[in-house]
């Protein structure tokens, strides 16, 4: 017999109460004042009923947490599933904008870099020009000069002229006859 106010180990591994705290009881046949100790022991089936319903309680109980964890989970993918599209739509939308803009800006740098080279080609076409208008007076004015003047006692003058971009030169020929 077990002691009291000690908790036995069960079979199964749980600790219950065997034995409920020593009283005194008077009265009844009970002069001397003497301790009576009462052991309350519950049966292996009150014991085996115990275990399924606390059994039961737990299943119930880990039933219930996995229906609410599978709520919060499906409210959580929905949520998610809205994130991600909505994300994915503003990605594509800012992906949009992102080559508007570059092509705008590419358009833009077309249209200045044409500009400036269609500047620099009038400006260097106008120049050329400028120059062999001047290389053409000159010409002229020579040609001019040497036709009028008449010199006897000089040989004949043959010229040759080779106009360039940046130049001019003139092949004088002096030929006596």
Request: aromatic share 6%; proline share 2%; charged share 30%.
């Amino acid at each position: 017999m077990e002691q009291p106010g000690r908790l036995s180990k069960h079979r199964e591994g749980h600790h219950m109460e065997n034995c409920l705290e020593p009283r005194r009881f008077k009265g009844s046949g009970q002069t001397d004042g003497n301790l009576i100790l009462i052991v309350i022991e519950d049966s292996e089936e009150e014991i085996r009923l115990k275990q399924q319903q606390q059994q039961q309680k737990k299943e119930k109980n880990t039933k219930e947490r996995i229906k609410a964890a599978k709520k919060i989970q499906d409210w959580w993918r929905g949520t998610l599933g809205l994130d991600r599209s909505v994300l994915v739509e503003t990605d594509q939308e800012m992906d949009r904008l992102r080559q508007k803009k570059r092509r705008a800006a590419l358009i833009s740098y077309a249209h200045t870099e044409r500009a400036v080279v269609q500047l620099q080609s009038l400006v260097r076409m106008w120049h050329i020009h400028w120059r062999y208008c001047q290389v053409l007076n000159a010409i002229y004015i020579i040609q001019y000069r040497w036709q009028c003047h008449n010199c006897q006692t000089c040989a004949l003058l043959r010229g040759h002229c080779v106009v360039t971009a940046t130049h001019l030169q003139f092949h004088i020929e002096i030929i006596n006859p």
